[in-house]
């Protein structure tokens, strides 16, 4: 997983702005292959909602959509399934939407965030949360004849360090949980026998049952 670049380097220059990821251009193509697979993941999931609700796919994925934030496309979800399906495929789904916020919450940063690159870490790129580089870009602008411009070093961050593996552990995880959305979709829609074995499939994945586990443990879809 990534770390803050303090852990590798005491002394550092780093640069932001809009072209920095190009200077890591094939680490920039894996940030928009996490992208583009986290959208994916979605409309995986905006399908299961699209069955729950029993409308269009033209309705569904519009309601789905109009709610902006994830948590609450997650309540909409947990809530069309509490009026559809069992208590035990509810904390299936539940457990499915949980394992797919994590892949969202990476997206997040990595298309919210800030790109950064510095020559003492040559096969990697630098991510600095937005909040910290706008303090940082501020007090830059106010000191600097000129006003903005490219943030030389960020004295005050520690950015993370994002390198090829940990875009690929990201892409993994997006790949398994459009799998998981996928199936949990067919499990609903085809023939009872094989929904069953569907469903046996999906709870014999590790981080499936202990996501259920702990949900059933709180009594609570969360």
């Known amino acids: 997983m990534p770390q803050?670049?303090?852990?590798?380097?005491?002394?550092?220059?780093?640069?932001?702005?809009?072209?920095?990821i190009a200077k890591q251009p094939e680490l920039a193509a894996l940030v928009a292959k996490v992208i583009g697979a986290t959208s994916f993941m979605q409309s995986r999931i905006a399908i299961c909602f699209t069955y729950l609700l029993g409308s269009s796919a033209d309705v569904g994925i519009a309601m789905y959509t109009l709610l902006i934030s994830t948590n609450g496309q997650n309540e909409a979800i947990r809530a069309a399934a509490r009026h559809k399906l069992s208590i035990d495929d509810c904390y299936l789904l539940s457990s499915i939407l949980t394992?797919?916020?994590?892949?969202?919450?990476?997206?997040?940063?990595?298309?919210?965030?800030?790109?950064?690159?510095?020559?003492?870490?040559?096969?990697?790129?630098?991510?600095?949360?937005?909040?910290?580089?706008?303090?940082?870009?501020?007090?830059?602008?106010?000191?600097?004849?000129?006003?903005?411009?490219?943030?030389?070093?960020?004295?005050?961050?520690?950015?993370?360090?994002?390198?090829?593996?940990?875009?690929?552990?990201?892409?993994?995880?997006?790949?398994?949980?459009?799998?998981?959305?996928?199936?949990?979709?067919?499990?609903?829609?085809?023939?009872?026998r094989i929904g069953a074995r569907i469903r046996e499939q999906l709870l014999l994945e590790p981080e499936i049952y202990q996501e259920l586990t702990r949900q059933r443990k709180n009594h609570k879809m969360s």
């Open 99 to 192: 394992l797919a916020d994590s892949v969202i919450k990476d997206r997040n940063r990595l298309a919210h965030d800030n790109w950064g690159y510095a020559a003492e870490f040559p096969d990697a790129l630098l991510l600095l949360p937005a909040k910290t580089h706008w303090k940082e870009l501020a007090v830059h602008a106010k000191n600097t004849p000129g006003g903005l411009g490219l943030l030389p070093e960020a004295i005050d961050a520690d950015p993370m360090v994002y390198m090829r593996a940990d875009f690929e552990e990201i892409m993994a995880r997006a790949e398994k949980r459009i799998t998981y959305a996928t199936q949990f979709h067919s499990m609903l829609t085809t023939e009872h």
């Open 4 to 20: 803050p670049a303090s852990s590798y380097c005491r002394e550092y220059r780093s640069q932001y702005g809009p072209d920095t």
